[in-house]
């Protein structure tokens, strides 16, 4: 044994007749030893050469394959990006051209491609898509164009429907003894409810109808409907039956569409308060009289006006007092539908109504389109919505002044328009106006200190007398003013014998509308002088 593993494990091998190489360590250096048996029997011979030595000649060769492999691997490397940018050019260019195509630019151009493979195909691809995109556009742009010119003629016939409506604000502004409002809501830009009134010798005619069918066809039947009624009004206006008959003929010739409308129909006369009324085929009105009790108007229910030439309609009548309401509406109201698709319903109308009596027709009118949408709760309007309130109240105007003498001249036409609408006789007239222009000056001069400027209202009522019961109606002065205190009833009577010079300051005025008046009362309402002045007209 040498002491040195390494020949130690060398000897061993060669001993038992191995064969092969092995690395041995001898002091820093490492050596490369051979060795196999001889064919003479028990010889082994082993050969031990320096590692240097072994791989000094292989050194050149090993760094010219390193060499050539690295040379080799940039050589592929710049040849697959030459290929895969040959690959993907048409690929850039292909995006290229979809990115403006995708930001709107559909004429830009496609680049070609030579060889029909994959790439070729999805060329083919993008040119239908943007051919495709070319079209629709062109399409679109002309639906657009004709949408946007349907929009704007719906919107011309919207406005000249609702401009053949009566207008809202004040409606009959020369009469303070009716009531009356009404609003409709169509569905869609232009519907088929309609409602009317027309005042011709002291008789209100109205209707408010529902054509069948929505849309276009129905707003033109509607426009037709109204124009009917007008004339039909001049030459039928004694009942809201014969009424109904003249439109009934008139709709039904040459009804090639089968087109038909529903309305309610009256007259009601301002002179006898009689309501006469028609309904043809239409929702029962809501009754209110003037103590609040509400109840669904009872009529014969004739056939909707335009389905038959010769028709035989049933009319009714009733007396109509002052504060007594009628409302009229379509069945866009009671069956305006919520989320869950419940129905408005008359009941729910009965009892809003009752709540309501006191109010006016355009409070009321205004209150019922709120708690219908209220009640919708966002649910699409499916129906036009239109609803009437006609109520006799008692004649009434009214006109508010300043204390200065220019004012006399705005109450003269005050008090000529009165007359006029509440029918006073010219003999009366005259000496009305000169005890109300007398109370009025007394007032001017008198009320307010000097330079100090104050209203002076006027409200003018006409009713029948309660304390008679002929004809005989009765006219009501009521004058206010904030001026100082004083009452005119307790003045002394002018002395009308003596000279003008001599005579006090207003007496001949306080005179003249005390003794043209049947009654004179004053009240002292805090700060308000209330002067009352009665004229009882057979």
Not at 334 to 349: C, H, I, P, V
């Amino acid at each position: 044994m040498t002491g040195d593993p390494a020949l130690d494990s060398l000897g061993r091998k060669m001993l038992n007749g191995e064969k092969g190489m092995m690395e041995i360590l001898k002091g820093k250096d490492y050596s490369m030893a051979v060795y196999r048996p001889l064919q003479t029997k028990g010889w082994s011979v082993a050969l031990v050469c320096s590692r240097l030595d072994v791989f000094s000649s292989l050194m050149p060769i090993m760094w010219f394959a390193g060499i050539a492999v690295a040379l080799g691997i940039l050589l592929m490397f710049f040849l697959c990006v030459i290929a895969i940018r040959h690959i993907t050019r048409p690929l850039e260019t292909l995006t290229a051209s979809t990115s403006e195509i995708a930001r709107g630019n559909l004429h830009v151009e496609v680049p070609e491609l030579k060889v029909e493979d994959e790439m070729w195909q999805l060329r083919q691809s993008f040119v239908h898509m943007q051919k495709s995109l070319r079209k629709h556009i062109a399409e679109l742009t002309i639906s657009t164009a004709n949408n946007e010119r349907i929009k704007s003629e719906l919107s011309i016939a919207n406005n000249i429907q609702h401009s053949m409506m009566p207008k809202t604000h004040q409606p009959l502004p020369d009469r303070s003894d009716i009531d009356i409002h009404a609003s409709l809501l169509p569905a869609k830009e232009v519907g088929g409810d309609l409602y009317d009134y027309y005042l011709y010798h002291d008789k209100l005619c109205f209707i408010v109808g529902d054509v069948s069918g929505k849309g276009v066809p129905a707003a033109l039947y509607m426009a037709m409907t109204m124009r009917v009624f007008r004339i039909a009004c001049r030459h039928h206006i004694n009942t809201a039956h014969e009424i109904a008959e003249a439109m009934g003929r008139t709709l039904a010739e040459n009804n090639e569409s089968n087109m038909f409308i529903t309305a309610f129909i009256g007259v009601l006369d301002l002179k006898t308060n009689k309501l006469g009324y028609c309904n043809a085929g239409h929702n029962q009105p809501l009754l209110v009289l003037p103590d609040g009790h509400c109840s669904l108007l009872q009529a014969e229910n004739n056939i909707p006006l335009g389905i038959m030439e010769r028709f035989d309609f049933e009319g009714a009548s009733m007396d109509f007092p002052v504060e007594t309401k009628l409302l009229v509406y379509t069945d866009g109201l009671t069956e305006a539908e919520d989320q869950q698709k419940n129905q408005f319903g008359e009941e729910r109308l009965i009892s809003i109504m009752e709540e309501l009596s006191n109010l006016s027709s355009h409070e009321i009118v205004k209150t019922l389109n709120a708690k219908v949408k209220e009640f919708a709760n966002g649910a699409q309007q499916s129906d036009d919505l239109t609803i009437l309130c006609i109520s006799k109240r008692t004649p009434r105007r009214s006109i508010l002044l300043t204390n200065k003498m220019s004012e006399v001249t705005k109450l003269r036409n005050f008090m000529e328009g009165a007359a006029k609408e509440f029918g006073i006789p010219d003999d009366i007239r005259l000496s009305l106006n000169l005890a109300v222009e007398e109370a009025v000056v007394n007032v001017i001069n008198y009320a307010y200190p000097k330079g100090t400027m104050g209203d002076i209202e006027l409200n003018v009522t006409y009713a029948p007398n309660p304390e008679s019961s002929d004809d005989a109606k009765v006219i009501n002065f009521t004058l206010i003013d904030q001026g100082i205190p004083f009452d005119p009833t307790t003045q002394a009577e002018a002395d009308t014998t003596s000279d003008l010079e001599n005579r006090e300051i207003g007496g001949l005025g306080i005179h003249l509308f005390q003794n043209l008046m049947d009654r004179t009362e004053y009240q002292r309402d805090g700060n308000d002088n209330i002067l009352i002045m009665t004229k009882t007209i057979n």
